[in-house]
């Protein structure tokens, strides 16, 4: 399996809000009898303490996933969504924080992809990159109803509108799974 990862500021912002986990297969961080996580998290940008948001919600999710492996793994997301909402309750620093999140899970041949938010999940092989996640936003729920094409979202006035994200909700929050086979 090859791999690498790369974040980018983008133009709205003037630093990083971006957090990501690869798992060193040789040293053995990130990797278990219980597979190997790739985690991405991307702080909203428009709320309070968004890099504080990914930088935590990597830190428990991790922490959690590999201190308790048996544990569902949609449990694991649910716990790190209902801490980040219960800070943000307790701290005025963090009103409002919040972050997407896109992880893949390597386990037995089956890649099971979650995300929140707008960050996605992609597919290269042979040349071709293929989107495997669906937003949560509002522009991708206009997509889905026909009513842009796939190829005005990223210029929509509003496509920055997500309609989930960890820590923003407690009662309110889910999360977009993909099931896949690998065939190698």
């Not at 961080?29 to 702080?43: A, E, K, P, R």
């Not at 796939?150 to 997500?162: C, E, F, M, Q, T």
């Not at 989930?164 to 690998?182: E, R, V, W």
Request: with cysteine; hydrophobic share 35%; glycine share 8%.
């Amino acid at each position: 399996m090859h791999y690498t990862a790369k974040t980018d500021i983008g133009k709205r912002y003037s630093h990083n809000e971006d957090f990501y986990m690869l798992p060193d297969i040789t040293e053995g961080v990130g990797t278990s009898q219980n597979g190997h996580l790739f985690v991405l998290y991307d702080g909203m940008g428009g709320g309070n303490a968004g890099e504080v948001a990914s930088q935590m919600a990597f830190t428990w999710l991790f922490d959690d996933y590999y201190k308790t492996p048996d544990e569902a793994f949609p449990k694991l997301v649910k716990k790190v969504n209902d801490k980040l909402y219960n800070l943000s309750l307790k701290y005025k620093q963090y009103d409002g924080m919040g972050t997407t999140l896109v992880t893949a899970l390597f386990k037995d041949n089956v890649v099971d992809l979650y995300n929140v938010g707008d960050s996605r999940g992609y597919l290269f092989r042979n040349g071709k990159l293929t989107q495997l996640t669906e937003d949560q936003s509002e522009v991708w729920e206009l997509y889905k109803m026909g009513q842009i094409e796939k190829r005005d979202i990223i210029s929509h006035p509003r496509n920055h509108i997500i309609t989930q994200a960890l820590g923003l909700d407690k009662s309110n929050f889910h999360y977009l799974y993909f099931p896949f086979i690998i065939f190698c």
